[in-house]
């Protein structure tokens, strides 16, 4: 992938460590696919709403997004 392009998503896994992950998933029961999930959900409102962003000026996603927001209005 060209690194200049920042529009890209970046992908940080080999198709062999997705195959793999897939495999690992398929093994957990319905119980650990549950907790799985609030574990993540759980982490994904941590990063968007409490964790600090150095390089956004020191405001979450969340932040930094409602402040761009609220300057082209």
């Known amino acids: 992938m060209n690194r ?3 529009s890209e998503p970046e992908n940080r896994f080999t ?3 997705q195959q793999e ?3 690992l998933l ?3 029961s319905p119980e650990q696919l549950e907790e799985l999930k ?3 959900e759980g982490y994904v ?3 968007n709403n ?4 150095w390089n956004i000026q020191k405001m979450t996603p969340i932040e930094y997004r409602n402040h761009l927001l ?4």
């Open 4 to 6: 200049q392009n920042h």
């Open 15 to 17: 198709p062999e460590e």
């Open 21 to 23: 992950f897939l495999e």
């Open 26 to 28: 398929a093994q957990l």
């Open 38 to 40: 609030e574990l993540t």
């Open 45 to 47: 409102s941590y990063y």
């Open 50 to 53: 409490e964790r600090r962003q």
């Open 70 to 73: 609220n300057a082209i209005r």
